[in-house]
């Protein structure tokens, strides 16, 4: 079974940095690794997503302002995020998905806070 394990997050001024990471385990056959944002009342969320193969996906908020990384023989996905705005504030939840497989499997989420 799959599962995923977030490190990082907490509380940061507005214009600074954090780093989430999640570590995957359980399964050999993960394509993508990313994370979603969700805020009370609201959907969640695509962040950042990158694929086995290196492909990456932003949304176009965090565009120029975050990077997502992975290692891909780990199965660990690293978002570094900068310049960071009071909107960015959210519960981050890292996310997987196999090949061959439907299913997203997720994270517990992660506290991301930007305030003065």
């Known amino acids: 079974q799959v599962q995923l394990k977030e490190f990082g997050g907490g509380l940061v001024h507005p214009g600074g940095s954090l780093r989430l990471s999640c570590a995957a385990s359980?399964?050999?056959?993960?394509?993508?690794l990313g994370w979603f944002r969700q805020t009370p009342g609201k959907q969640r969320e695509l962040v950042a997503a990158i694929s086995r193969d290196g492909n990456t996906e932003y949304a176009d908020s965090v565009k120029g302002r975050f990077t997502i990384s992975r290692d891909s023989d780990e199965n660990t996905v690293d978002l570094r995020m900068s310049s960071l705005k009071p909107e960015d504030t959210a519960v981050y939840y890292c996310y997987c998905k196999e090949f061959f497989r439907p299913q997203n499997h997720w994270g517990q989420g992660t506290q991301v806070t930007v305030s003065s």
């Open positions: 359980g399964s050999n056959l993960i394509n993508i």
